[in-house]
């Protein structure tokens, strides 16, 4: 089997292998910040209500815990 590989598919697999490393930091760097500001909380209805927006659902009504 013969296979010659021109100059450009050289270029292009080093652009490519760039752009996968650079979009992998990018997703790494998100799921990091996912993970911190997630373990920063500790509390899952101080997650749910940092939305900033009141919803009566979640207030604690009185006479129940």
Not at 26 to 37: E, H, P, S
Request: charged share 20%; aromatic share 6%; no cysteine.
């Amino acid at each position: 089997m013969i296979k010659v590989e021109h100059e450009i598919h050289t270029r292009r697999r080093g652009r490519n292998i760039g752009v996968g490393l650079l979009l992998l930091g990018f997703i790494t760097i998100v799921f990091g910040l996912t993970v911190v500001k997630v373990l920063e909380l500790g509390n899952a209805r101080q997650f749910e209500t940092f939305d900033h927006v009141a919803r009566p659902q979640i207030i604690p009504q009185e006479g129940t815990q």
